[in-house]
């Protein structure tokens, strides 16, 4: 099977599931990333995807050109590669899930600092 | 009791202002008359996790005051002022936010609820880059302020001069859509601009007064803070 092929089959579920983990995000009500946010990261998987598809071809037309004189890719290659696709989307997540824990910290802090002024207004106002 | 919608919330986000905070609480009028309208105003200091005597000292000098645990940023207190003024039930029609170094005259509290009430305004911003304010700002300021206002312009098409003015009014039906900003340091100030515009808001100008103290200019000033504020913007023009 050829390297190319191989590469293209191993990272097609990886950028599936960060396209998914996207639009999951943004469907799920209420919606955890803006539309832009989630246009963004489909867009991002979408190009690492493509780019991927046409390794062979972008790779031929260098050696053609006399631009580039590395051997073809090797086993070792495609494993780092998607070693490296795999360590995008684990950031993609780990970055998600760090915004929305800011998100709920601070949601909680601000709800501390105006509970607990509205109580003493209350009780200002019974005495 | 105060009558319903006749009341001014004054939000003042402080960090360390133990030195200023009382003069500017004690300068802020406890009643606006514009127009034969007479609106109250009460005074809710947002302290951000500071290590001085802010909050006693607000406390004292009479104001509502909302503590932060841990220090969030100019951008975190002053929405957790408004989200105060969203909950509180004071009958609240405006609500203004001003800074607590004493850099604003307290005058233009009272200019700025004149001008909404006047023009029916629901957003002012005093736009402190007028040519009579020009020679008392300090040229860093002058940059920052510049910087910031033309990334404001390009990134989110926001036209207000003043972009990253502290002292602003906001009419209480607009807090909601204005509140949801995400940034909590200076930034906030551009975001909350382009909620504005988002949602079709009109914004108005104001000119106003400005002096700046050596602690007011020690704030947010390095170029650091300014790159953590364009990198903030960039974020939030890309991811909605």
Redesign the interface.
């Known amino acids: 099977m050829s390297k190319y092929l191989l590469l293209v089959l191993i990272n097609a579920p990886i950028v599936l599931v960060g396209i998914i983990r996207a639009v999951t995000r943004y469907k799920t009500k209420p919606s955890r ?5 989630c246009i ?1 990261e489909v867009v991002f998987w979408l190009t690492i995807g493509v780019g991927l598809s046409f390794v062979e071809p972008i790779y031929n037309t260098l050696i053609q050109h006399n631009l580039t004189d590395s051997p073809p890719m090797s086993l070792f290659d495609v494993a780092l590669l998607t070693l490296f696709v795999f360590a995008l989307l684990l950031i993609v997540e780990t970055n998600e899930e760090l915004t929305a824990l800011k ?1 709920t910290v ?1 949601r909680i ?2 709800k ?3 509970v ?3 109580e003493q ?1 209350a009780k200002k106002r019974t005495k | 009791m105060t009558n319903a919608k006749q009341t001014v919330l004054v939000v003042i986000p402080a960090l360390n202002e133990e030195a200023h905070i009382r003069d500017v609480i004690q300068s802020i009028p406890s009643t606006i008359e514009v127009a034969k309208r007479q609106f109250k105003t009460k005074i809710a200091v947002i302290d951000d996790g500071s290590t001085d005597a802010t909050a006693e000292k607000a406390r004292a000098a009479g104001a509502i005051v909302l503590s932060h645990v841990v220090n969030t940023g100019a951008g975190g207190a002053t929405r957790t002022g408004l989200r105060f003024a969203e909950q509180c039930h004071l009958g609240l029609k405006y609500v203004v936010t001003i800074d607590g170094d004493g850099q604003h005259a307290t005058d233009d509290v009272e200019r700025l609820v004149s001008f909404a009430v006047k023009n029916k305004s629901q957003f002012v911003v005093g736009n402190r880059l007028h040519a009579a304010n020009k020679t008392s700002i300090p040229v860093t300021r002058k940059l920052v302020n510049w910087g910031a206002s033309t990334i404001s312009r390009v990134l989110f098409g926001i036209k207000t001069k003043d972009t990253q003015s502290g002292l602003r009014l906001y009419d209480v039906a607009i807090i909601p859509t204005i509140s949801n900003f995400t940034l909590d340091r200076y930034g906030f100030c551009t975001e909350t601009l382009w909620h504005a515009v988002r949602a079709k808001i009109k914004v108005d100008e104001l000119p106003i007064a400005v002096r700046y103290s050596k602690e007011g200019m020690a704030k947010g000033q390095s170029l650091w803070s300014a790159m953590e504020v364009l990198r903030d913007l960039l974020r939030v023009r890309i991811s909605g």
């Open positions: 990333i803006s539309k832009s946010k963004t998100r601070t802090h601000e501390l600092a105006i607990d002024e509205i207004i």
